[in-house]
């Protein structure tokens, strides 16, 4: 197994204490005493595995570190961790909050890339998976949207429109990829 896939296996690792400092914090925002400490280890936890996965990225690319394991490890480390924190952060009751109908657009994207990808493994025995460039930017979009969210910085709003259109247009792109993959085998 490659450092690269190590890295990201410590990724899909850490969510567990990410999600566990969120809700202690969430909670002590409920009872109207609101620890920090909690807050910024839920920074701390979510900055790492954020970069990780520019890390291993770059070890893979650069490093000849590429694997099957790494192309289906890597994706699914990013939709655990931005889910996790999406939900995490929401239901906790931390005191900025995102739009609902941000966060179930970001999950919807997700869930129907998965979907569709799963589909077309089923029905014709492979999926090609090509990552596209905008689906890394809107991955390190959502997660600058969540850190703006945690910092709770100013200004919030424009940053969930951008995420938002990145995350339409890449959606757009990963479904057009999939119906042009079920169009050739129909064929």
Same mark, same amino acid.
């Given at each position: !197994?490659? @450092? ?31 620890? =920090? ?43 655990? @961790? ?6 995490? !952060? ?59 969210? !945690?910092? =709770?910085?100013?200004?919030? =709003? ?30």
């Amino acid at each position: !197994m490659t @450092l690269a896939c190590k890295i990201t296996l410590a990724r899909i690792g850490i969510i567990p204490f990410f999600v566990w400092t969120a809700i202690e914090h969430g909670r002590s925002v409920a009872s109207g005493a609101p620890v =920090e400490a909690w807050r910024w280890a839920s920074i701390a936890i979510f900055a790492l595995a954020a970069g990780s996965d520019w890390l291993d990225g770059y070890l893979a690319r650069n490093f000849g570190q590429s694997s099957h394991l790494g192309a289906l490890l890597d994706p699914l480390a990013d939709k655990l @961790l931005m889910i996790s924190a999406l939900l995490t !952060m929401t239901l906790s009751g931390w005191r900025h909050q995102l739009p609902v109908w941000f966060i179930i657009l970001v999950i919807s994207r997700d869930a129907v890339s998965v979907g569709v990808a799963l589909l077309i493994e089923k029905l014709y025995g492979h999926c090609e998976v090509k990552p596209h460039p905008s689906g890394k930017v809107t991955t390190v979009m959502v997660a600058a949207t969540l850190l703006w969210q !945690m910092l =709770e910085w100013r200004g919030l =709003e424009w940053l969930v429109y951008l995420t938002t259109t990145l995350s339409l247009f890449s959606g757009a792109i990963h479904l057009r990829s999939g119906l042009a993959q079920i169009n050739r085998h129909t064929q």
